[in-house]
């Protein structure tokens, strides 16, 4: 787990070798233990590196392949790098380390391209052809590992994160309006490739870009879910999914214990980190370090769920951490979390994920979560009501998908963005309903969850907890997003997915392995109720960030819709519940957290 990134020269001239090396320097957190830089002909890559595999200098970055002509530097984790190993040595290869990374290199020479069909893990790679100069950037099938590009007529710029991009200068920051649109409106996600700076773009989940010699690309989709039901699981009993669904968990968790380093696990006590710590210790994982946290409470708003925490860990005899954040650290917390985003993400989630990962990286370098499970197996409340019958066709489903999700009408949007970032149109709307329509989804469920898996989470949930783990040196390993299991999970039928108020067909499994009582409980979620209800010196940063001199110069919003929501700060909320006066202030905060100031139109 480390940060790459590079300058492809597309002019002829040679790289920018200082800006590669400032882009790397922002990304130290990611990679605390090692750096490298290196340049040849057009290219010029940097890295920052996290040891996890091979922890000898033999599986430094940028690696040189001198006997193939390759080098590469990436972000991520090949969990099947010794398969893979032993299989290309059958073909002759020899192998001068033992880290996944060199299995990149081999692999890329032995099957080109489509090398990624073979990779199971997350990564975010570029891979460089001596010879002819060509580059290939390519990034998993999930996204879990990000990859930002700025391009211009001379030079192709990425890197693992967005401000790293940034302290290489020369970007257009002004905000894109159809970016600022799906951030107000499509609950503040912005699907790739776009993100909320014009200048700035993400290389797609499951996609390849080659960077030939002549300076074109050619952008390649490799993977994509199927939604449809399969033929040869037209006679599965519910045990039967049941019990393909746990085999499949099994086999991922147990993929993700690849390391050289001790493997944690992230414990909530809710059924998705629940079910990873039974099935870790089902594999033989006996005094797994295990970390929970927990907030003081403020308005009767309850700040921990220690309660069922604390029963999975003494059930699976854990080495268990409960980690108490106090009122005071919270305020300085949300400065750095918020610098830790490559992208504004509204969720109160990033600022826990943050002051966890500060603590759980004192213990260890890596750790599982259960993040994904409610995309992957319909969790959340919006998915029953996409399978009643009005939302069968695609306009019934958008609508109903539209309904729950989206934080604001087209009114409502126009009531609060200033005219100067309007965007024509109804661009999420459009986005949704393009994609449902899309072979693959045949009822509204299947849609839904498509959307959700790769695009919604991707976005959201998984970007959160790359940014906020990686800002302290921690590996964030997903489980429930190995790609064969979210491709059977793919085709089992909603009504299985969205019993038992969401996630049936993963809870009735979990029953085989863990407690009833955390199964049978209340949905949980990471609560912070300092930012659940903006009051104090919380609303004093709100007030601060969005009159200061750069928000009222770039003019984002309305200012009467601005002085509006103040003077009711916690009135407004969206259908999910979202603040809506948090959701504008984050924006702003993360634009001046990241020195992007002035006109911005």
Not at 272 to 294: M, N, P, R, Y
Request: some cysteine; charged content about 25%.
């Amino acid at each position: 787990m480390c940060g790459a990134t590079g300058e492809i020269r597309l002019d002829g001239r040679t790289p920018d070798v200082r800006a590669v090396a400032a882009m790397a320097a922002v990304m130290v957190p990611r990679g605390p233990d090692a750096a490298g830089v290196w340049s040849q002909g057009r290219v010029a890559l940097g890295h920052r590196r996290l040891k996890i595999i091979d922890l000898s200098e033999a599986g430094a970055q940028p690696m040189v392949d001198s006997e193939l002509g390759l080098t590469v530097a990436w972000n991520g984790c090949i969990y099947n790098y010794e398969e893979l190993r032993d299989e290309l040595h059958g073909h002759g290869y020899r192998f001068f380390s033992h880290s996944d990374t060199e299995v990149l290199l081999k692999g890329y020479h032995h099957w080109g391209d489509r090398f990624v069909d073979h990779l199971k893990g997350m990564f975010a790679f570029a891979i460089v052809e001596r010879d002819s100069g060509r580059v290939l950037l390519g990034r998993d099938r999930l996204g879990i590992k990000p990859l930002y590009l700025t391009e211009t007529s001379d030079r192709i710029r990425f890197a693992s994160s967005l401000p790293a991009l940034l302290a290489g200068g020369d970007i257009d920051t002004r905000i894109d309006p159809v970016a600022l649109h799906h951030y107000m409106t499509f609950h503040s996600v912005v699907p790739s490739p776009r993100t909320i700076l014009r200048g700035v773009t993400k290389l797609p989940p499951a996609t390849v870009m080659a960077i030939e010699p002549d300076g074109t690309t050619t952008t390649t989709t490799y993977w994509e879910p199927d939604f449809s039901r399969r033929d040869d699981r037209a006679d599965w009993s519910d045990k039967d999914w049941e019990d393909a669904v746990l085999d499949s968990l099994r086999t991922a968790v147990e993929r993700r214990l690849v390391a050289d380093v001790p493997v944690g696990c992230l414990l909530s006590g809710g059924v998705d980190s629940s079910l990873i710590v039974g099935l870790l210790a089902e594999a033989g994982q006996h005094g797994l370090k295990t970390f929970s946290i927990g907030f003081e409470s403020v308005n009767g708003v309850k700040g921990d769920e220690f309660k069922y925490s604390d029963i999975v860990a003494e059930r699976f005899g854990t080495d268990h951490h409960q980690i108490r954040i106090d009122t005071a650290r919270m305020l300085p917390a949300l400065d750095g979390a918020i610098g830790a985003m490559s992208e504004p993400m509204v969720s109160h989630d990033c600022v826990a994920f943050f002051l966890l990962s500060q603590e759980v990286a004192k213990h260890v370098k890596v750790v599982q979560s259960g993040q994904g499970a409610d995309e992957v197996f319909a969790g959340y409340h919006w998915y029953p009501p996409m399978g009643e019958p009005a939302a069968a066709s695609l306009e019934g489903s958008v609508a109903g998908y539209r309904a729950a999700f989206f934080d604001r009408d087209p009114a409502g949007y126009a009531d609060i963005v200033s005219p100067a970032y309007a965007s024509a149109g109804d661009p999420s709307e459009l986005f949704v309903t393009e994609h449902f329509a899309r072979a693959g989804a045949q009822t509204g469920v299947d849609r839904a969850l498509r959307l959700d898996t790769t695009v919604m989470l991707v976005d959201d949930p998984v970007k959160r907890v790359d940014n906020m783990t990686m800002a302290w040196g921690l590996e964030g390993r997903v489980p429930f997003l190995d790609h064969e299991l979210v491709e059977l999970a793919a085709t089992c039928p909603p009504h299985l997915k969205t019993a038992y108020e969401g996630k049936g067909v993963l809870k009735q499994a979990a029953r085989q392995v863990i407690p009833s009582e955390v199964i049978d409980r209340p949905k949980g979620y990471f609560p912070v109720p300092a930012l659940t209800h903006l009051e104090g010196p919380y609303l004093d940063l709100v007030r601060d960030a969005l009159y200061a001199p750069a928000a009222k110069e770039r003019g984002l919003f309305r200012p009467e819709a601005v002085d509006r929501l103040l003077a009711d700060p916690n009135g407004k909320l969206t259908p999910l519940r979202g603040n809506e006066l948090w959701q504008i202030a984050l924006l702003e905060l993360w634009l001046q957290k990241h020195g992007i100031n002035g006109p911005a139109a």
